[in-house]
């Protein structure tokens, strides 16, 4: 009986590799002034989220209920799971990591929960390291473990217009150092230990733009990668970032293409318009049981 994976909407994996790849995508919810809407497809946009936040409108996020969680395990288990591996973005983020802990309890099948520590399309590449693990032939905690792997591996570069939709949103963490009279300067942060920490800080937004490409070149190492770009309501610095990445990694994409989107509606959220982030994700080697 088959292994499947888990994770939420924030791994920003679309939909159509999502379902290729039997992953089962749990959404998070937006609350935008009085209407809550599941991040997604039929749901809260991105779009929706840079326009309500540059109109303040409010805007705030929250997790799936563990009963939500729940129900995608008896799903799963009714469908023939025999064991599930449910991977998560940060629990220092976000309560989702929680939930999934708390539904495991009451399971009808193992499931073995994954804080990956990191946000975005960084937990995504360690659900799909998950994915080839159970493609593989391996166990639940093989795949458990790879995805742990692959997110510890991984770098999240991010550069924000402001700070202040972090702030907004406590989800500053160890930037918070940056506050005060430093919010004209345009920051470089990254997730460290499941945190927003800094990296730098420049005067201008070029300056940052171009310090991220070259942090996310320094972090792509020397074997193979994926890279995804992601932005909210900012598609020409996406654009030309991608394409920049694709060139000066081309030895180590090895043929694969940099993903380029626009971020989700939950981590939109708490980032606001104008951000540009980079994930660089060694790949690893596929261990499992079929050999």
Same mark, same amino acid.
């Not at 080839?132 to 510890?152: P, Q, T």
């Not at 920490?197 to 020397?222: I, K």
């Given at each position: 009986?088959?292994?499947?994976?888990?994770?939420?909407?924030?791994?920003?994996?679309?939909?159509?590799?999502?379902?290729?790849?039997?992953?089962?995508?749990?959404?998070?919810?937006?609350?935008?002034?009085?209407?809550?809407?599941?991040?997604?497809?039929?749901?809260? !946009?991105?779009?929706?989220?840079?326009?309500?936040?540059?109109?303040?409108?409010?805007?705030?996020?929250?997790?799936?209920?563990?009963?939500?969680?729940?129900?995608?395990?008896?799903?799963?288990?009714?469908?023939?799971?025999?064991?599930?591996?449910?991977?998560?973005?940060?629990?220092?983020?976000?309560?989702?990591?929680?939930?999934?802990?708390?539904?495991?309890?009451?399971?009808?099948?193992?499931?073995?929960?994954?804080?990956?520590?990191?946000?975005?399309?960084?937990?995504?590449?360690?659900?799909?390291?998950?994915? @080839?693990?159970?493609?593989?032939?391996?166990?639940?905690?093989?795949?458990?473990?790879?995805?742990?792997?692959?997110?510890?591996?991984?770098?999240?570069?991010?550069?924000? @217009?402001?700070?202040?939709?972090?702030?907004?949103?406590?989800?500053?963490?160890?930037?918070?150092?940056?506050?005060?009279?430093?919010?004209?300067?345009?920051?470089?942060?990254?997730?460290?230990?499941?945190?927003?920490?800094?990296?730098?800080?420049?005067?201008?937004?070029?300056?940052?733009?171009?310090?991220?490409?070259?942090?996310?070149?320094?972090?792509?190492? @020397?074997?193979?990668?994926?890279?995804?770009?992601?932005?909210?309501?900012?598609?020409?610095?996406?654009?030309?970032? !991608?394409?920049?990445?694709?060139?000066?990694?081309? @030895?180590?994409?090895?043929?694969?293409?940099?993903?380029?989107?626009?971020?989700?509606?939950?981590?939109?959220?708490?980032?606001?318009?104008?951000?540009?982030?980079?994930?660089?994700?060694?790949?690893?080697?596929?261990?499992?049981?079929?050999?």
């Amino acid at each position: 009986m088959p292994v499947v994976v888990v994770t939420d909407s924030t791994a920003s994996l679309p939909a159509e590799l999502a379902a290729a790849r039997g992953i089962v995508v749990v959404p998070l919810q937006v609350v935008i002034g009085a209407e809550v809407l599941d991040e997604g497809e039929g749901g809260a !946009t991105p779009a929706m989220v840079a326009e309500a936040l540059k109109v303040w409108t409010p805007v705030s996020t929250s997790r799936p209920t563990p009963a939500a969680l729940g129900e995608v395990y008896e799903q799963a288990a009714r469908a023939g799971a025999s064991a599930i591996v449910s991977v998560h973005l940060s629990g220092d983020m976000s309560g989702t990591f929680e939930s999934a802990q708390l539904a495991a309890r009451d399971a009808p099948v193992p499931v073995v929960t994954v804080d990956s520590r990191q946000v975005g399309v960084a937990t995504g590449y360690a659900a799909l390291a998950a994915a @080839d693990v159970v493609d593989a032939g391996g166990s639940a905690e093989e795949a458990a473990a790879a995805a742990r792997e692959r997110a510890a591996a991984s770098s999240s570069l991010f550069y924000v @217009d402001t700070l202040e939709y972090l702030r907004r949103g406590g989800r500053i963490g160890a930037a918070a150092a940056l506050l005060g009279g430093a919010l004209a300067v345009k920051p470089l942060l990254t997730i460290a230990d499941g945190r927003v920490e800094s990296l730098e800080r420049v005067r201008t937004s070029g300056r940052a733009l171009a310090r991220l490409e070259e942090l996310a070149v320094q972090a792509a190492g @020397d074997g193979p990668i994926d890279v995804c770009v992601a932005h909210l309501a900012s598609p020409e610095r996406a654009a030309q970032l !991608t394409e920049r990445l694709a060139e000066r990694l081309a @030895d180590r994409l090895e043929g694969r293409e940099v993903w380029c989107g626009e971020l989700g509606a939950v981590l939109g959220a708490h980032v606001g318009p104008g951000m540009l982030a980079a994930c660089v994700a060694p790949r690893l080697p596929v261990q499992g049981g079929a050999g």
